[in-house]
């Protein structure tokens, strides 16, 4: 049996388009003020050599990162088998029989993962491959491939097949069950695919507290409820934030003031500080809003952050936690049967729905249910 402390190959795949990323390159995608990419290489950094990372555009970006470049070796898009395929080409171009691919995507990635793997592949030698498992589910990009397959695996592209399982179906596989191993109270496995994903990914860093929206048509009475909440979480010691959108523009500043003067002479970002507070103004570069995503990022690197909770007003159509404000009196619509963000409704009156109704003047009982939902502390 081989030492378990031997160095594989490893290949980052960052080849994707990242469509739920509205098209934006996954891997040079910051989290807290760095590439997602740079997670996983600090993951495998030491344990693995060489490493190769498989792009297909933003070639100098990536290069700056000092790894080989591997483009796909078939061209269209085809999904993550060719981006294996190009990993198993080049290990065994360089005489490696094995070789470890990692999604660029993944910063959670178990300390062991390198050393379980490679434990289970000297104690199956018959194999093709290694798979990590976790919460019930295989992760086949998480994984090491015998190189001797990259023939039968391009002959597999060629006639169409795309999903990774269908192809693994023919292989001998091993699975490395990390829930008996990592203990985590979150899947160190889990991959960011969206905005959404990037906001859990700051909350389990520890950056970031439970986040919920209010949604619900103008005149609902969602700054009334936001108002009554804050108050009530207050009473109990918990600390709320708040995010709140704004359809129009604004300015907390007044014309002819020294501060406002300082900011339109271009100072960024412009601070004024009192006794009693201070606030930080920041102006839009071109005039473009920032995302919900980006708001909750300046949330998690802020020193004063600390927030039990953050409640969001407005975003109605983000992709986060809500709970729906509803008043039959302004004749619109229940937002909750198009939106599956929307865990529960508050209304004046009783109203029969799939999901929990709650008084809206009973601000005790959503306080509570809020404190259980969110595990709010």
Not at 76 to 87: K, T
Request: aromatic fraction near 6%.
């Amino acid at each position: 049996m081989k030492n378990i402390n031997e160095i594989i190959p490893c290949v980052i795949l960052a080849g994707g388009k990242g469509r739920r990323m509205g098209g934006k390159e996954k891997g040079l995608i910051n989290l807290l003020d760095r590439p997602l990419i740079s997670y996983v290489l600090e993951k495998v950094s030491g344990k693995a050599a060489p490493i190769a990372l498989n792009i297909n555009t933003n070639f100098e970006k990536f290069k700056n990162f000092g790894y080989e470049i591997l483009e796909d070796p078939l061209k269209g898009h085809l999904g993550p088998l060719v981006g294996i395929l190009a990993s198993l080409n080049w290990a065994k171009n360089i005489k490696q029989k094995w070789v470890l691919t990692l999604p660029c995507d993944t910063p959670f990635l178990p300390q062991n993962l390198i050393e379980s793997l490679l434990k289970a592949k000297n104690e199956n030698p018959d194999v093709d491959l290694v798979v990590a498992k976790s919460r019930g589910f295989n992760h086949p990009v998480i994984a090491l491939w015998k190189t001797d397959n990259n023939l039968i695996l391009k002959k597999a592209i060629e006639e169409g097949i795309r999903k990774i399982d269908i192809f693994t179906s023919q292989l001998k596989t091993a699975h490395v069950n990390f829930d008996e191993i990592d203990k985590s109270k979150s899947d160190p496995f889990t991959n960011l695919n969206s905005p959404k994903d990037l906001i859990i990914a700051m909350q389990i860093l520890g950056k970031l507290p439970p986040i919920f929206g209010l949604a619900g048509w103008s005149g609902s009475g969602k700054t009334t409820l936001c108002t009554k909440l804050i108050e009530n979480f207050t009473k109990i010691g918990i600390n709320v934030g708040t995010l709140k959108h704004a359809h129009h523009k604004f300015d907390i500043d007044k014309p002819g003031k020294d501060s406002y003067n300082l900011r339109k002479a271009g100072a960024r970002p412009m601070i004024i500080s009192s006794k009693e507070r201070f606030a930080l103004i920041q102006e839009n570069d071109n005039e473009e809003e920032k995302s919900l995503f980006e708001m909750l990022e300046i949330f998690a690197k802020s020193p004063l952050n600390k927030c039990d909770v953050i409640i969001v007003e407005g975003y109605k159509n983000e992709n986060i936690p809500k709970l729906e404000v509803f008043r039959r009196e302004i004749g619109k619509t229940f937002l909750h049967k198009d939106d599956t963000n929307i865990f529960a409704i508050a209304s004046d009156e009783k109203l029969n729905t799939d999901i929990p109704s709650l008084d809206l003047n009973n601000i005790s009982s959503i306080t509570d249910l809020l404190i259980k939902k969110f595990e709010i502390a």
